[in-house]
Every structure is written in structure tokens, then in C-alpha cells.
């Protein structure tokens, strides 16, 4: 892809796409199946898109000029290109900018500006027909704000107590948990989380005592991680949330040692390999006996050092492949493919780094 800004707006895209998707499929919304009557155009077309339409997309954005998206045959990169321009106008002329723009793609406009501005008026102006994109807004908003009201005014249930629980967590106020109400699941499991997300916040075993049993012991996992309390792990009475106890504790204090506490190679492994990512260390990653999760354990500790030395160490070939492509493409450094193995993979490695 010869335009990298083109990567981040196709991946807004995906998401545009397939939210315009399951709503366009919802026949309770008003709008019949693959209904075009909003401005909007076949998600199946999203990536349609020609190299003259990649051109107009760089260069209207690196100009900063909405009036050269129009050169751009794609409706869906057309639009998003304007959007995209638009969060970059002054604060005075960003929400008039979105009010030229039709629907759907209007209300994609308030989103994101909403969201950039933690404005919920902007969320407020999202229309009923893109209630994800409504819900979506008031969310992140109210996260960042940390304004638990604007949970209440999402529409979808069954999204709304994460909203309330974050804020929860991020204030220590438990009493946010109880605005919780009944939905999709029961207002208790919900709470319940909720109660032990602030538990774990404020490193509050006491918090604990007043959640049912289906929390109660992440609950008591997640304050003994936070308060790095491994006797905590003990009263924990289920096998795999007390494993994971210690696996927490071991990650947090990047000790070895703590990962033979843990009962069955499974756990082991998650373990060291945990521990290997956090220490940035891909020898550890030899005490993996599991050959699929070791390989894994390489990759990932790649992923953050960009040291292709340790991609050799793969016994996957693909993966391997994928570890050298990720470190070429990091470093913009061709000469990392030649380190493939496989002449095919090794050519496609060369044809995307170049």
C-alpha cells in the first residue's frame, strides 16, 4: 500500500462498515435490508477502491482539502476522507462541517468529533438510526470524563454496565456499580464485576465479602495481584481463578519461582510466557514446553523488542515469517526478509516492506 495514512482510515472503515452493516440488517430500525435510501452504499463495495483513489485520499489529507476527497470514486473512503479533514478545523466550524455531510456519514462525523472533543452534545446529535455509533460516543466520553450519567443515556443494555463499571474503577466510587439496572443479564452479575473491579482499584479485600459467587473469586484474585499477596491466592476456591493468581502475582514481580505454585503445564506455561513478555526476555520463553504457546511466547516478546534474532527460535514456519515480516516492516528494513527460510514467504515479505 503505497499510501501508509490509507492502513488507519480503512481500519475506521472496517468498523463503519460492518456497524452500517448490522444496521442496515435490522428490520425493527425502519430501514429495509441493504437500503441505500440514507446516502449510504453497499458495505460489500467498502474495499472497492482503485490507486487513483488512494492518490486523492493522501493528498487531500496531507492538504488538509475536503473539496479533493470528491475526486475519490469510493463513497465509504470518500466520506471518511472528509471526516478526517474535519477533525482537523477549528473548534468553531468542526460540528457545522459535520452537518453538511449526509447520512449515515454524518453521524460517523458526530462520533468521532464527539469522542475527540469529550463533547456529549456531539454524541446528542447522532441520530437513532446509528444507535451503536450513539452508544459508542456516550461511552467514551463518559469515560474519559468520568460522568457515569452519560452511561444511562446508552440505549444497548447490555454495553452500558461495562460503562458504568469503568467509571466505577477508575473513580474507587462503588456506589456508581449500583446504577446498574437489569438488562440483558441480571443487574447482580453486572454489579457484582463492578464491585470487583473498585475492590481491586482500592486493593479492598472487604469489598469481596459482598459479592455472590460467580465473582467472588476474581475478585479476590484481582486484589491479591493488586496488592502483590500471594496468601490471598489461597482462599481462592476455584483451580483456575487461583492459578491465575499466581500467574498475575508472577507477571507483577517477574518471578520465576511463583510459576510452580500453579498447578498443570498449561498454567505453567502462561507463566513463563507472561513473564517473558513483561521482562522483555525471549530466553524465558525456552521454559514453554507447549511448542505452539512457545512459539508464541517469541513472537510476542518481538513484537516489542524488534530483535529478529529471536524469530529463528520459531519452529512454525509461518509464523516464524510473520515474526521476520513485523520487525521489517517496524524497522523499514528489507534485509530482515532474507532471513526467511521459505523463498515464497521471503518474496512476499520483500513485496511488502519495500
Known sequence: MRYPILAAILLTLLVFGCTLAKQNGNSGNGFSNGSDSQGGQNPDELFNFSAEDEYYLSLALSQKNASLCDNIKNEYLKHDCKVNIILTQPANQESDECESLELPIRDNCYEKLGIAKNDSSLCDKISSY????????????????????????????????????????????????????????????????????????????????????????????????????????????????????????????????????????????????????????????????????????????????????????????????????????????PSICDLTPNESRREICHSLVR
Do not use: H
Open 130 to 333: 446509528s444507535s451503536f455509533s450513539k452508544d459508542y460516543c456516550y461511552g467514551q466520553v463518559g469515560r474519559a470524563t468520568l460522568d457515569s450519567s452519560l452511561c444511562g443515556k446508552m440505549k444497548d443494555n447490555s454495553q452500558s454496565p461495562y460503562c458504568y463499571s469503568d467509571i466505577a474503577e477508575s473513580t474507587q466510587n462503588l456506589s456508581i456499580c449500583d446504577l446498574i439496572e437489569d438488562g440483558v443479564r441480571p443487574a447482580r452479575y453486572d454489579r457484582d464485576l463492578c464491585y470487583a473491579k473498585v475492590a481491586a482499584a482500592k486493593k479492598d479485600l472487604s469489598i469481596c465479602e459482598l459479592i455472590g459467587a460467580t465473582w467472588q473469586d476474581v475478585c479476590y484474585r484481582d486484589v491479591a495481584i493488586a496488592k502483590e499477596d500471594l496468601s490471598l491466592c489461597e482462599i481462592i476456591t476455584g483451580e483456575n481463578s487461583k492459578n491465575w493468581c499466581y500467574i498475575g502475582i508472577a507477571r507483577v514481580k517477574q518471578d520465576l519461582s511463583t510459576c510452580e505454585k500453579t498447578t498443570g503445564q498449561n498454567y505453567k506455561d502462561e507463566c513463563y510466557s507472561s513473564i517473558a513478555k513483561t521482562k522483555l526476555d525471549a530466553s524465558l520463553c525456552a521454559q514453554v514446553l507447549d511448542e505452539t504457546k512457545r512459539n508464541q511466547c517469541y513472537n510476542r516478546v518481538v513484537e516489542s523488542t524488534l530483535d529478529s534474532a529471536a524469530c529463528g527460535n520459531i519452529t512454525d514456519e509461518a509464523l516464524q515469517a510473520y515474526c521476520y515480516l513485523t520487525v521489517a516492516k517496524t524497522k523499514r528494513d
